[in-house]
Every structure is written in structure tokens, then in C-alpha cells.
């Protein structure tokens, strides 16, 4: 991790269409950060095999740096080889399908409490679809408590 790191030492890159200059470069808890212009990454050591692959350094200086720069990229293009040599897959985290599966689920509940609120509000009133609704009100917020707590923790993801 120390070698990728310091390829952003003083390095200037560009990701998801800006440019970020790098003003710091540390290793925090078995994990790079790297401080620049615009914002802090923070990345684990493969998801920083994926940012290498995203970035492409560039030259934004007018002093003699322009042949550090490009060999910074000649090391970052080298190092991205050498990861896909490995056959390590450089896949970016996708949260999507726990999202989906989390309002999929909320959508069958809905249907249900709504189901079991027309029985009660047509007058077709007993004990038994009383308990039904209460247990289903208490298991649906209990849900709804749950994926709250999953929600946030993608989101600190």
C-alpha cells in the first residue's frame, strides 16, 4: 500500500471529470488517505487499487515537476498492469441491491398493513383481526427500525 500511496505524493490527478491537487498523503488504521484541494479519500488497500484505475495523474505546474508527473503516471499505468495481471477484479462497491431489496420489501408490507387497515375499516371488526393488525404494526416498525439501521450504515459506507 505504501508504494501506491506514494504515487500521489505532490501529484496533481484527475477523477469523475476534476481536478484534484494532492496536498498530504497518510496511512490511518490500515487505510490511505489522501488529503487534496477539494476533499479527503479514504480508502481500504483494494479499493485503492480501484481509484488507480480510475484516476489519470496530470501536470499542472510551471516548474521542471513535468517529468515527475509523467512518471507518476507511467507508475500508476504500471502498477493498474500489474493488478490486472493478477487477476484481481477492480470492481467498484455497488449498494444497489440491498437498496432495492430493502424497498421491495417495504412495498410488501405496505400492500399488507394496507390490506389488513380495509378489512378493519369495512366494520368487519373482531378480537382476531385486532391482534393480527397490532402484531403486524409492532413487526413492521421493528422492520422499518432495521432497515433504518442498514440504511445508515451503507451511507457510511
Do not use: C, P
Not at 501529484?11 to 476534476?18: N, P
Not at 477539494?38 to 517529468?67: A, G, M, P, W
Not at 408490507?109 to 409492532?138: H, R
Amino acid at each position: 500500500m505504501k508504494e501506491k500511496l506514494k504515487l500521489f505524493e505532490n501529484a496533481t490527478f484527475l477523477w469523475g471529470g476534476r481536478e484534484y491537487v494532492v496536498k498530504n498523503t497518510k496511512i490511518i488504521d490500515l487505510k490511505a488517505s489522501i488529503f487534496t484541494d477539494r476533499q479527503t479519500f479514504v480508502k481500504y488497500e483494494s479499493e485503492l487499487d480501484s481509484f488507480l484505475n480510475e484516476i489519470k495523474f496530470i501536470y499542472k505546474s510551471v516548474s521542471t515537476e513535468s517529468d515527475v508527473v509523467n512518471e507518476k503516471e507511467l507508475q500508476r499505468q504500471e502498477v493498474v498492469q500489474e493488478i490486472k495481471e493478477q487477476g484481481i477484479a477492480i470492481v467498484q462497491s455497488v449498494y444497489h441491491a440491498e437498496i432495492m431489496d430493502a424497498n421491495n420489501r417495504a412495498i410488501r408490507i405496505s400492500d399488507k398493513l394496507e390490506d389488513v387497515f380495509n378489512e378493519l375499516s369495512s366494520g368487519e371488526f373482531d378480537e382476531k383481526k385486532y391482534k393480527k393488525a397490532e402484531a403486524m404494526v409492532k413487526l413492521s416498525n421493528a422492520i422499518v427500525s432495521n432497515e433504518m439501521t442498514r440504511f445508515k450504515y451503507l451511507t457510511l459506507k
